[in-house]
């Protein structure tokens, strides 16, 4: 079973039955998405999560719901493997600067800002 240290910097909590996704550390990534034109953010990420979710592994798109803020990352779901294979996602793109740019670049706009 992944703990918070395999999937930092997001962290997994669980609360009546709905597990979620946060994440308030942005500081290592901010110069991956002012290159593409962005804020690195809550809402930053909620666009790149949403990529991800669309690039690599679809099925998740109707599972997870997303409510960021501009300083918080967050996202929520009933089924505990399906956030945690999208916070594997977010660890992927937090560890190679290749697949965050593919995500920034296939980020749709309105979700980013």
Same mark, same amino acid.
């Given at each position: ?37 962005? #804020? ?5 990420? $909620? %666009? ?8 690599? +592994?679809? =099925?998740? @798109? ?6 960021? #803020? ?5 996202? $929520? %779901? ?8 999208? +916070?594997? =996602?977010? @660890? ?14 296939? %980020? ?6």
């Amino acid at each position: 079973m992944p703990t918070n240290d395999d999937i930092a910097p997001v962290r997994l909590l669980e609360e009546g039955g709905t597990f979620s996704l946060v994440r308030e550390e942005f500081d290592g990534w901010y110069g991956a998405f002012e290159d593409a034109g962005y #804020e690195g953010g809550g809402r930053g990420w $909620h %666009g790149v999560a949403d990529a991800l979710i669309r690039l690599k +592994a679809p =099925l998740l @798109k109707k599972k997870v719901r997303f409510d960021p #803020e501009a300083s918080t990352f967050v996202a $929520h %779901g009933t089924d505990r493997e399906v956030v945690l294979r999208l +916070a594997k =996602l977010m @660890k992927e793109a937090t560890a190679d600067p290749a697949v965050l740019r593919e995500a920034l670049a296939n %980020g749709e706009p309105d979700l980013m800002e």
